[in-house]
């Protein structure tokens, strides 16, 4: 039971402190707490069914609020005897609300105005992810007059009703805004936020709570306003404190099985939004909202209706993502970019659906604790661009289709992967950030620089061992489930279970068709130093429009043709071989293999101390530079060393996914192999450049 103390504040009240009013009658009710704990009724505000409340407190504090003050706001028909449940129900509908006051130049406490537009029994929340009992049925919005923008700024605002919001709410910091509808007889009504939403001022790190500048927006049915957080960052690029952020945004209830979802924008231009869930569809054919961030995003997924804000593992729902995403808009200098403390990540962006529209993210990322999969996780096609301007980092990127181009700006680690039958990824590129610039250059990115010394250029190997056809069930050839099913216990370090890198399945860029893939390098290396990977990464696909590869440091380039018949790994040898357009690779160091049909011009712009697989050459096979062991040179990219284990150490199967052939010597390499007997009817070009000098032969 919860009790409330009321003393009706009317007419004589106010005239002893020379205020004029009239007492108004109505069903909307206006009490004040002046920091006393007790609520007065302010009867100049009651108002009836709809019509706007005005709401002066010049008269209350001719000098401004010099404390925490309270005003409640609700339907009368909600007042219940002594509180007891069940609560009464609201009846009536309350209209734009405008308040006007000041806050004291010098205030003996924090000035604090709290809104509470809620149920008469209800109290304001400590927390905003509190559900509230609502106050009235549809709700006009409510605002701050002019000149009172220093109590804008200071307030607290929370809204729950069982109906709409029509009007704009703007407030210093939204603690708590709840539409989420009711049902009349048998039918859902009501759950609209048609009102934008915006708070003023930053994140709350200075108070105890850390509450966000929006603390939860939900809606039952709709989002058709914004949500925006405005403050900029009050102390410059800092790390300690942040501007307007945007905590959850829940879109749909149990009781909807109809939720039309969110065209509003999402904006914290200069801060974090945490969470934006919906059961129904973000966007619509006419509208692509905006989800930005200043700095992190940490999720933008699809549920269904039932696993909306609840806890647990959600059910996925299937409704199109259509949004323009982004963050890392405000990124703060002094933050790392370490993998503990890499800055302006997003975690997921999930739907069973369709994702269009555009992605232009800093990095995509792992929270670090926990082990499930995180990235952009598809049931359908992506025709959404995705540019990650620094880092995909132990996240994936799985869809049935990728129909976009991807562009990651530094590093990579995890699998992109179309999973589909005839799924293709139409380009992938990593490793060029910066490319043909020069720091004065106009578009140059500095940041960069923060990552070229931490992570190494390109495509990355990981601790997860390769995800094989039989992951989820026994089905003999790769499904979708076998990509996006938890990753807990599959990555390894050494031989131990451990979540090393389990926010990614693998460590591999995989479809039945690749239009053009270029990777500043192929490498175990994990970060600069002795980090490295015990599983190399993988492109797989039968076709390859164009391939280019600055340093195939370790990793393979094959068909991917793989299947699991009796509980047991099969490939066949000739279906290894990848059709691939154009090749070109600027240094095959001794871990890495290519296998290609052998049908067009293979060019290497250095030495190849790998393996280059054909089962027939009737092209050309270019070295520019050298053909050997890389024991034999130390120069070019026989520097690069082979690493601790590689694949054949930990995963120990005969397929290309292994770089090794049973008992091959690792030391030994640098080869040409030719599978066919007389299958060499092309021709192999060493010392393309015909460098003269130390040059040492085959």
């Not at 205020?19 to 109505?26: K, L």
């Not at 530094?410 to 020069?438: F, M, W």
């Not at 005969?654 to 021709?683: C, F, H, K, M, Y």
Request: glycine letters at 14%; aromatic letters at 6%.
């Amino acid at each position: 039971m919860k009790v409330r103390t009321f003393v009706r504040l009317g007419a004589a009240a106010l005239l002893t402190s020379g205020v004029s009013v009239w007492a108004q009658t109505g069903p909307i009710r206006v009490f004040v707490d002046p920091g006393t704990g007790t609520f007065s009724e302010l009867t100049s505000a009651r108002a009836d069914d709809g019509d706007p409340v005005t709401i002066d407190l010049t008269g209350l504090f001719p000098n401004g609020i010099d404390r925490g003050v309270t005003i409640h706001i609700y339907d009368e028909d909600t007042i219940t005897t002594d509180c007891e449940a069940p609560w009464n129900v609201p009846t009536h509908s309350i209209g734009h609300i405008t308040i006007t006051g000041t806050v004291h130049s010098s205030p003996t406490f924090p000035p604090r105005l709290f809104v509470a537009v809620m149920h008469k029994c209800e109290t304001f929340p400590g927390s905003p992810e509190l559900p509230l009992a609502r106050g009235c049925i549809n709700f006009g919005g409510l605002s701050f007059s002019s000149g009172s923008e220093d109590l804008r700024d200071v307030a607290r605002v929370a809204i729950a009703v069982s109906g709409d919001i029509t009007g704009d709410v703007t407030a210093g910091h939204v603690f708590r805004v709840q539409a989420q509808g009711r049902m009349v007889s048998t039918t859902y009504t009501g759950g609209t936020i048609s009102g934008n939403i915006t708070a003023t001022v930053p994140r709350f790190s200075d108070v105890s709570g850390n509450f966000d500048s929006v603390g939860v927006v939900w809606a039952g049915h709709e989002l058709t306003g914004d949500v925006v957080a405005t403050a900029e960052d009050p102390d410059g690029e800092t790390t300690s404190v942040e501007g307007g952020s945007i905590g959850r945004v829940f879109v749909g209830v149990a009781s909807n099985t109809a939720v039309a979802g969110i065209t509003g924008d999402i904006k914290a231009e200069h801060g974090r939004i945490e969470v934006v869930h919906t059961a129904g569809p973000i966007g619509s054919v006419s509208v692509t909202p905006k989800i930005w961030a200043g700095l992190a995003l940490h999720e933008v997924r699809v549920f269904d209706a039932a696993s909306i804000g609840g806890g647990g593992t959600p059910t996925i729902g299937s409704a199109d993502i259509k949004a323009d995403i982004r963050n890392g808009l405000d990124i703060q200098n002094s933050v790392g970019a370490g993998p503990n403390s890499i800055d302006a990540h997003v975690y997921l962006v999930e739907t069973d659906g369709d994702l269009t529209g555009a992605i232009d993210i800093a990095n995509l990322t792992y929270p670090i604790a926990g082990a499930r999969q995180y990235g952009i996780i598809v049931g359908g096609a992506v025709t959404a661009p995705i540019n990650i301007r620094y880092n995909l980092e132990i996240a994936d990127i799985i869809a049935a289709s990728i129909d976009a181009p991807i562009t990651i700006g530094v590093s990579a680690k995890g699998a992109i992967v179309a999973t589909a039958e005839n799924g293709q990824i139409v380009s992938v590129e990593i490793g060029y950030a910066n490319e043909g610039l020069d720091p004065q250059d106009v578009g140059y990115d500095d940041r960069v620089e923060f990552y070229d010394a931490a992570y190494p250029r390109g495509f990355k190997g990981s601790a997860c061992s390769p995800v094989n056809p039989n992951r989820v069930a026994p089905s003999g050839t790769y499904t979708h489930a076998d990509w996006t099913t938890t990753v807990v216990n599959h990555c390894l370090d050494g031989s131990t279970p451990v979540p090393v890198d389990s926010g990614s399945v693998d460590s591999v860029i995989r479809a039945s068709y690749i239009g053009s893939v270029r990777i500043a390098a192929m490498t175990d290396m994990y970060s600069f130093g002795t980090s490295l990977k015990s599983h190399f990464p993988r492109i797989e696909s039968p076709e390859i429009g164009s391939l280019e590869i600055g340093l195939l440091r370790s990793g393979v380039i094959w068909s991917g043709n793989l299947t699991f018949e009796d509980d047991e790994l099969v490939w066949d040898p000739a279906e290894a071989y990848a059709n691939i357009g154009t090749i070109t690779i600027g240094c095959i160091a001794q871990a890495g293999d290519l296998w290609v049909d052998g049908t067009t011009r293979i060019e290497i712009a250095g030495d190849v101390l790998g393996q280059i697989h054909v089962p027939t050459l009737t092209s050309t096979i270019w070295i520019s530079g050298r053909l050997g062991l890389w024991s034999a040179f130390g120069a070019s990219c026989a520097n690069q060393g082979l690493g601790t284990g590689g694949l054949a150490y930990a995963n120990e199967e005969d397929s290309p996914r292994d770089s090794t052939w049973t008992g091959e010597d690792t030391n030994a390499r640098g080869e040409i192999v030719i599978r066919e007997v007389g299958g060499l009817q092309g021709q192999i070009i060493i010392n393309g450049n015909n460098d003269g000098g130390t040059w040492d032969g085959v």
